[in-house]
């Protein structure tokens, strides 16, 4: 991280009113104040899950930080009982480990004391792409993957994160109150998206939040709560299935019947249309009709079960991740957040 004093040299360009850039503006101590230096992890570790003997204990880099097999069984249960959390944290005598599951192969990250780790699970979710889970020279693939690890933290903090271009310009439209709030947008699979960021930072959702969060660990930016999202309680994730149910039986077995108009004789009829369709017969004029020149008047459940069909099905909301049937307090228990200029 940046000291104050480092602060002092570096300008932000920024575009005026008229989307021409001006003069280069310094950043001064009172507009991002920085304390602390740069902590790197301790190591990294490879482990594999074999279906009959368990956890296995890879390889490690530097090589004179090693795991047992109890800890390695301790950061498999960090994702959960099924392996169904993405990231894990565990806790083992050496300190915190965040880990990166993708069975069955684990990737972990051990902290120094006083490491940020939301940082540290920001960059790792950054470092996949950069490693060869399928390697069979583990021993190079992990020193590559720690020194990249390294490279990504330095370019995501300090100087070189507020040296990014595109950072530059998200601060100096902040700075110039063209973007008073960087604002979520909740959608259904509960991206969270920061559309007044987009032009700055690029689309990629997950990436713009990442570089929000780095840049409020640099105290550029200052988060508030807004609204709330879904956030499954057991596993932490908000990607929703939406399930129907029987009101009678509560049985699962549905088939939606579609009462649709057909293009062609101008009559209505009912049919039961399903995924991969492309086209169904109208039951009056016998002829098919492409299903996406149907219109569809109105949508009725049938139980397959006990064969109660029902305008007002149970709705059900489930955990895409870990297929937990979702509660009230699950739909509001995760909290939106806005971020602001650090005044």
């Known amino acids: ?127 996949i792409p950069h490693v060869n889970f399928d390697s069979d020279q583990w021993d190079k693939e992990l020193e590559k993957a720690f020194h990249v690890l390294h490279d990504l933290m330095d370019e995501t903090s300090g100087e070189e994160l507020l040296l990014n271009p595109g950072v530059k310009q998200l601060i100096g439209d902040m700075m110039e109150n063209r973007i008073e709030a960087i604002r979520p947008k909740h959608v259904m699979r509960a991206t969270v998206r920061y559309p007044e960021a987009y032009d700055a930072l690029g689309n990629d959702d997950a990436e713009v939040s990442r570089l929000l969060n780095d840049l409020e660990d640099e105290h550029v930016l200052i988060s508030r709560t807004y609204g709330r999202r879904v956030e499954c309680r057991q596993c932490g994730d908000s990607d929703l299935v939406i399930e129907l149910q029987c009101p009678n039986c509560q049985s699962s077995d549905i088939h939606k019947v579609y009462t649709v108009f057909c293009p062609k004789c101008s009559n209505q009829f009912h049919a039961v249309i399903v995924d991969d369709l492309a086209e169904v017969t109208c039951l009056h004029c016998k002829q098919p009709v492409k299903v996406n020149e149907l219109a569809v008047i109105d949508v009725e459940p049938l139980c397959n079960e006990c064969g109660t069909a029902s305008n007002d099905p149970k709705i059900i909301f489930r955990c895409a991740t870990c297929n937990k049937q979702l509660k009230g307090a699950d739909l509001l228990s995760g909290t939106g957040l806005a971020y602001y200029f650090n005044q």
């Open 1 to 127: 991280m940046l000291k104050p004093e480092e602060l002092k040299g570096i300008h932000i360009e920024y575009a005026d009113k008229n989307g021409s850039y001006r003069d280069a503006k310094t950043f001064s101590v009172r507009d991002a104040l920085t304390q602390g230096t740069h902590i790197v992890p301790k190591a990294i570790f490879s482990i594999w899950w074999d279906d009959r003997l368990g956890p296995m204990v890879g390889r490690s880099y530097p090589e004179s930080v090693t795991l047992t097999s109890e800890e390695a069984v301790t950061i498999f249960m960090g994702h959960g009982v099924n392996q169904e959390t993405e990231v894990g944290y565990s806790k083992i005598q050496s300190g915190l480990v965040i880990s990166y599951m993708q069975t069955p192969s684990c990737l972990g990250i051990l902290l120094k004391e006083g490491e940020n780790s939301a940082a540290i699970e920001r960059n790792l979710r950054r470092l």
